[in-house]
């Protein structure tokens, strides 16, 4: 079956005619501002030999990526920790749970931050230091997000950007220019899936060739992760620390992710966003800072982020990507990239640090709080970062998933996309 998923993919893909010229080159993408043409699939050579020499699991978002049979390097390091996995079930939708014991740290259930099993580190729930934003955006690269990253760039703001393996694999231009642009890039999975209801070997290979697809593309290695929906527990942390990944979760929730879903409104999301620009100026964040959950989406998430900006960054005395604000210097494995430690951002921006707390020597995931750690009004206490799959564009253009090929405009150069999709056959 997931080989007649990709022959339809590729026949999907062919379907469809462009009349423009592909972009090659992360400087061609970023000039481009129309937001249906940003979208028009590309191949890059890079991608599409990595795909037909079958490097990655296919690109169908109905296929389960189930273990890393295809990676020599997966397959080894994987049996390297597979003793070593917290004995832990593997959670079904709508089983039981031990709340109140919560032996696994089941964030999903309880928002435990700060595992109960040894040798695991905690989770980055919110900023150590006082009055500061852990500014950052789930789900990209968005194909249409230059007019979001212009106006970053504009701003002079860098953000904690997670991508979805498959996104970064369909828009690798995007993800370049992130890495330009000077964000730090964590992980966000492969297909935005449940991890605690993956076994062992999916939930490992979801965020190895995540990891794989970001180096092949920036060149970088990233050290940070933030599991889809917040779903996680102690195994899945193993997991990703065995992988060098800090996982990051959030003390603010946007929910701009369910516009439009369960009767959430654009007004009420702007209500969240008020809310958190006024916990920072009545004193709420003054012991410690936020981390927010936000998303590069669709159109309206990056638009909200726009229009809040200016009272986040009047709101806050500093807005930071998390690496920054956990003063963690080295954001990859790559020693050639490095950030100011906190103190050095806070004195370069007119500003000192004010705390002598955790954030002011950390350089992993400490985390000031315990048990739950999203004990604030404005922070999530559910599932709540659902959005991975669905990218909608400006008005006219067409809605694009993170593999759906149907909506997809091939390029003229992205006839490349029907060989290395028709090679992924040979996954299955």
Not at 68 to 87: C, H, L, W, Y
Not at 88 to 109: F, M, R
Not at 196 to 202: A, F, I, S
Request: glycine share 8%; proline share 6%; net charge negative.
């Amino acid at each position: 079956m997931p080989a007649l998923k990709t022959i339809l993919l590729g026949a999907a893909l062919l379907s469809v005619v462009a009349g423009q010229t592909a972009p090659t080159t992360e400087e061609e993408e970023a000039a481009i501002l129309d937001g249906t043409q940003e979208c028009v699939a590309y191949g890059l050579k890079l991608v599409t030999d990595a795909l037909a020499a079958n490097q990655f699991p296919p690109l169908d978002p109905t296929t389960p990526v189930p273990d890393v049979r295809n990676d020599t390097a997966g397959t080894q390091k994987f049996q390297e920790i597979e003793k070593s996995i917290p004995n832990i079930p593997v959670k079904t939708e709508g089983g039981t749970y031990d709340n109140a014991g919560d032996p696994d740290c089941y964030w999903t259930e309880t928002q435990c931050v700060v595992p109960k099993h040894t040798g695991i580190k905690p989770d980055i729930a919110m900023a150590p230091e006082p009055r500061t934003l852990g500014y950052g955006f789930d789900d990209g690269p968005a194909c249409d997000h230059n007019v979001f990253y212009n106006y970053l760039s504009a701003q002079k703001q860098q953000a904690t950007m997670f991508y979805i393996g498959k996104n970064v694999i369909w828009y690798p231009l995007q993800a370049m220019r992130a890495a330009k642009d000077g964000h730090e890039i964590c992980v966000h999975t492969w297909s935005h899936g449940y991890m605690t209801q993956m076994t062992n070997e999916q939930a490992f290979a979801e965020l190895w060739y995540t990891i794989k697809a970001i180096k092949l593309v920036t060149g970088l290695t990233p050290t940070c992760w933030r599991p889809p929906h917040g779903d996680v527990d102690d195994r899945i942390r193993f997991i990703a620390q065995s992988l060098n990944l800090d996982t990051v979760m959030w003390r603010f929730d946007a929910f701009d992710w369910e516009n439009g879903q369960n009767g959430i409104t654009p007004t009420q999301i702007q209500g969240f966003y008020d809310k958190l620009v006024g916990d920072a100026k009545s004193g709420a964040l003054d012991s410690n800072g936020a981390i927010i959950l936000a998303h590069e989406l669709n159109n309206f998430t990056m638009q909200m982020a726009m229009d809040n900006y200016p009272k986040i960054k009047d709101a806050f005395d500093y807005v930071v990507p998390v690496a920054i604000a956990m003063n963690k210097t080295q954001p990859y494995a790559e020693t050639s990239v490095t950030l100011p430690s906190f103190s050095e951002f806070a004195a370069a921006n007119g500003k000192s640090s004010s705390s002598s707390g955790p954030g002011s020597s950390s350089t992993g995931n400490t985390n000031t709080g315990s048990g739950s750690g999203n004990a604030d009004a404005g922070s999530s206490s559910g599932n709540s970062d659902t959005g991975g799959n669905t990218n909608t564009t400006t008005a006219g253009s067409t809605a694009k998933g993170t593999g759906a090929a149907s909506s997809l405009r091939l390029s003229s150069g992205a006839s490349l996309w029907l060989s290395l999709l028709l090679a992924a056959v040979a996954w299955s």
